[in-house]
């Protein structure tokens, strides 16, 4: 009985749980169902949603990709015994890796931003001025209208998907306080869905086990002092840090000078030129800094337009971009340049070639045979280089000429050189020593570049001689070569006198019959026999103490460095002939030398190069959506061994390597490879005009000048050296990219691609034609 009854209340039980489970079951796969069918309609919309609103991305998001896939292309994870040319990878602590297999780069740029940008530009072409400049630069690159065109398409896909709006949202403010997100977050997410799918996947990164990418050593700089440290030490022997403000972008000024749209800080600042003692010295064409730089933005020319690219800007430029007219009067009888409508353009001609500067080039050829143009000579300086034909029609020859010339009276000359897509800088041979290393130039040009080089017991010739490598030529084409009037033959004289007695050998005097011109071929002595042999000390040889390399404002000195006794000393003997000097280890880098980045000074040049090898073809070239056609101008803002330089050398690219003066002094390695370059502190403005560079690169450079100078000025001077539309690509520590990002969102710059892991970054952007409409009043720059 018992018995019985338990059996009948465990029944009932038993019937109301099953009556239960089935319509639990029912709901569940009723709920079930639902979800997957909202799903199947917005998968990949709410894949990205719960990306960001789960991480409160913004500034770091990897971007929405809209490919029909649905998936996120992450560069695949390169195994452990992969290595760059059968060499371990190895990590500059302060910079990124990117491994073998990358991939798909531009599909991280971030389709928010890049709406966001374009938002904000359209908001600001309320001004006429800037809304006629973009129209004109959209007409002139056809790369920028491609881009546009990705960006509309990509944002059409999203809305129609149901993707985030670019409107409202915390995600979508460009000043939203929470921005920062660990990479590895983001792909430990994304490796997990992609796992999922059995994929393989890529990462821009190496993984822990590959992460000695190119650290620089911070407690030695290997074999080389600093630039700083060296000129330092060299004006002693001689006798002789802002925090950042955040600011927005309402609060960027307009720079109102006396320039105007062409000012050069450090050579416009009118107020301590007044105040000069003399000028006899061209003291007044020397650079002479502000005390605080500036941080206002230079306004652009009215009707500025796209530069024309290369090869074509050579011959032709738009006038509108450098509105100056009179060089073409005073100078286009001699085909320097002329006015053509809205073009200037450039017959290829100059003082001593009217007919032209490749018959000029050929004749030099002819007149010495040992000159071998783009093999034995590569690296040239070329003094008082008017608009720069010369260096521009050596290129035809494979040779790079480091062309100089002062802001004076020859109005613009280096502006129309590097409008025209040839490398140029402005500066003066007065007081100080240029800013280069001793023996790197395998020659160096003076064509009627009116120096006295023979007064004042030949100082400014005694500096040609400290830059020109022992057994490099000094080619002279001027009036006193051929000429025989009185006051030619003085000068002849007097220059033959100084010459033998700084042991330069005459090698060859020609006349060329075309242009009606002469040319002296002068050659620095290899030894110093001829040094210990003269009778007079004069000019004397310069103390022992003196540093031949010390180059930042040091004072110039009339005395002669000797020729290095050493047979593994650098400037014993002559580079191998380009292009293997490109390559080829330079000979005086030995193993017991400790490199930038800590290993073997040979080890460290060849992982260097190979790094850069990789980085450039694996990501610039291909995935960052640069069209290469239009970048002619590019400067290397931190060079260590000029590796992204020397990586670049299929393009139809020169870049100006710039080794900033607090890092190791390797600027003789890299004119050693056939390249050329600048000490610079980023502190202060650089010596050339606004609207000068179509690329800058900058590595690890920010999170290391910000330690002793305002970061924002350095970012107003990238600003006023690039020019409209051109790219700027920044590697560094993911806090110092997020600096850049929000400064060149600020200037209404185009975020391309923001990326950050572990704690370094990758910042591409691109800069536009937005320009603030309040002035600020630079008082040293106004008469």
């Keep these: 009985m018992a018995g019985g009854s338990y059996s009948h209340f465990g029944g009932r039980k038993s019937s109301d749980c099953c009556s239960k489970f089935t319509v639990v079951t029912i709901l569940g796969i009723s709920f079930i169902g639902i979800w997957m069918l909202i799903s199947s309609s917005f998968s990949m919309p709410l894949q990205n949603s719960e990306i960001s609103s789960t991480l409160k991305v913004t500034k770091n998001l990897l971007g929405q990709y809209t490919g029909s896939s649905g998936d996120f292309p992450i560069n695949a994870k390169r195994g452990k015994d992969e290595t760059f040319q059968g060499e371990k990878q190895f990590r500059r602590g302060r910079s990124l890796e990117e491994t073998s297999d990358e991939k798909g780069l531009d599909s991280y740029q971030n389709e928010e931003r890049e709406g966001e940008s374009s938002k904000n530009e359209e908001e600001n072409q309320e001004d006429p001025e800037s809304s006629t400049s973009g129209d004109e630069s959209q007409s002139g690159?056809?790369?920028?209208?491609?881009?546009?065109?990705?960006?509309?398409?990509?944002?059409?896909?999203?809305?129609?998907?149901?993707?985030?709006?670019?409107?409202?949202?915390?995600?979508?403010?460009?000043?939203?306080?929470?921005?920062?997100?660990?990479?590895?977050?983001?792909?430990?997410?994304?490796?997990?869905?992609?796992?999922?799918?059995?994929?393989?996947?890529?990462?821009?990164?190496?993984?822990?086990?590959?992460?000695?990418?190119?650290?620089?050593?911070?407690?030695?700089?290997?074999?080389?002092?600093?630039?700083?440290?060296?000129?330092?030490?060299?004006?002693?022997?001689?006798?002789?840090?802002?925090?950042?403000?955040?600011?927005k972008g309402d609060k960027w000024k307009l720079c109102k000078t006396d320039a105007g749209p062409d000012y050069i800080p450090c050579l416009d600042n009118v107020q301590a030129i007044r105040k000069l003692p003399s000028t006899s010295h061209y003291e007044h064409r020397e650079r002479h800094c502000p005390i605080e730089a500036s941080t206002c933005l230079v306004p652009l020319p009215s009707g500025y337009k796209q530069p024309i690219g290369w090869p074509r800007s050579r011959e032709q430029i738009w006038y509108s971009n450098v509105p100056h007219g009179k060089l073409a009067q005073v100078k286009g009888h001699q085909n320097w340049v002329k006015v053509t409508g809205e073009y200037l353009t450039f017959p290829g001609g100059g003082t001593q070639f009217k007919q032209g500067a490749l018959h000029y080039i050929d004749f030099i050829q002819k007149?010495?045979?040992?000159?071998?143009?783009?093999?034995?000579?590569?690296?040239?300086?070329?003094?008082?280089?008017?608009?720069?034909?010369?260096?521009?029609?050596?290129?035809?020859?494979?040779?790079?000429?480091?062309?100089?010339?002062?802001?004076?009276?020859?109005?613009?000359?280096?502006?129309?050189?590097?409008?025209?897509?040839?490398?140029?800088?402005?500066?003066?041979?007065?007081?100080?020593?240029?800013?280069?290393?001793?023996?790197?130039?395998?020659?160096?040009?003076?064509?009627?570049?009116?120096?006295?080089?023979?007064?004042?017991?030949?100082?400014?010739?005694?500096?040609?001689?400290?830059?020109?490598?022992?057994?490099g030529h000094f080619i002279w084409s001027a009036t006193p070569v051929y000429r025989k009037d009185s006051e030619n033959v003085e000068i002849w004289e007097a220059m033959s006198e100084l010459t033998k007695s700084m042991c330069w050998e005459l090698l060859e005097i020609n006349e060329d019959k075309l242009n009606e011109v002469g040319v002296a071929i002068f050659r620095k002595p290899t030894s110093n026999d001829c040094y210990q042999s003269r009778t007079q000390n004069d000019p004397p040889m310069c103390e022992e103490a003196d540093d031949p390399d010390a180059a930042w404002n040091i004072t110039l000195q009339a005395c002669m460095h000797k020729a290095p006794a050493d047979a593994s000393a650098r400037g014993s003997r002559w580079p191998a002939k380009w292009p293997l000097r490109l390559e080829k280890l330079p000979y005086w880098l030995r193993s017991s030398q400790v490199g930038v980045y800590g290993k073997a000074a040979p080890e460290d040049f060849a992982a260097d190069y190979d790094h850069w090898k990789h980085v450039v073809s694996k990501s610039y070239l291909n995935d960052l959506g640069i069209n290469w056609s239009s970048v002619r101008n590019v400067m290397d803002m931190k060079a260590i061994y000029g590796g992204f330089a020397a990586a670049m050398k299929d393009l139809k690219v020169w870049v100006m390597n710039v080794v900033p003066i607090d890092s190791p002094d390797t600027l003789p390695i890299i004119y050693d490879r056939g390249l050329f370059g600048i000490y610079h502190d980023w502190c202060e403005s650089f010596s050339t005009y606004p609207r000068s560079y179509d690329l800058l690169h900058a590595d690890h450079l920010f999170s290391d000048i910000k330690k002793r100078c305002n970061i924002e000025s350095v970012f107003a001077e990238v600003d006023r050296i690039l020019r409209p539309e051109g790219k700027f690509i920044v590697r560094d520590n993911a806090e110092t990219i997020l600096e850049i990002e929000n400064m060149a969102r600020s200037v209404k710059w185009k975020v391309k691609m923001s990326y950050s892991k572990d704690g370094e970054g990758l910042l591409f952007v691109q800069k536009s034609f937005w320009r603030p409409k309040q002035e600020q009043i630079i008082k040293s720059a106004i008469a």
């Design 141 to 247: 690159n056809e790369s920028s209208n491609r881009e546009s065109e990705e960006v509309d398409s990509r944002e059409k896909d999203s809305t129609s998907s149901g993707g985030e709006s670019d409107t409202g949202g915390e995600d979508s403010n460009p000043d939203a306080s929470e921005t920062t997100v660990e990479g590895e977050n983001v792909n430990l997410k994304l490796e997990t869905d992609k796992a999922k799918k059995g994929e393989t996947e890529n990462e821009i990164f190496p993984a822990g086990d590959q992460s000695e990418i190119l650290k620089e050593t911070t407690t030695q700089n290997g074999p080389w002092s600093t630039q700083a440290a060296e000129s330092e030490k060299e004006n002693e022997s001689q006798g002789s840090s802002s925090s950042t403000d955040d600011k």
């Design 367 to 471: 007149t010495l045979s040992q000159i071998s143009w783009g093999k034995q000579t590569r690296v040239i300086l070329d003094v008082g280089c008017g608009v720069a034909s010369f260096g521009g029609y050596l290129f035809e020859r494979d040779v790079l000429a480091m062309s100089l010339a002062p802001k004076d009276e020859h109005e613009a000359q280096v502006q129309f050189a590097l409008e025209r897509g040839i490398p140029a800088i402005s500066a003066v041979m007065g007081t100080k020593r240029l800013p280069f290393p001793g023996k790197v130039f395998d020659a160096v040009h003076c064509a009627r570049c009116r120096v006295p080089w023979h007064i004042e017991g030949g100082k400014l010739l005694l500096e040609l001689n400290r830059v020109l490598r022992p057994g």
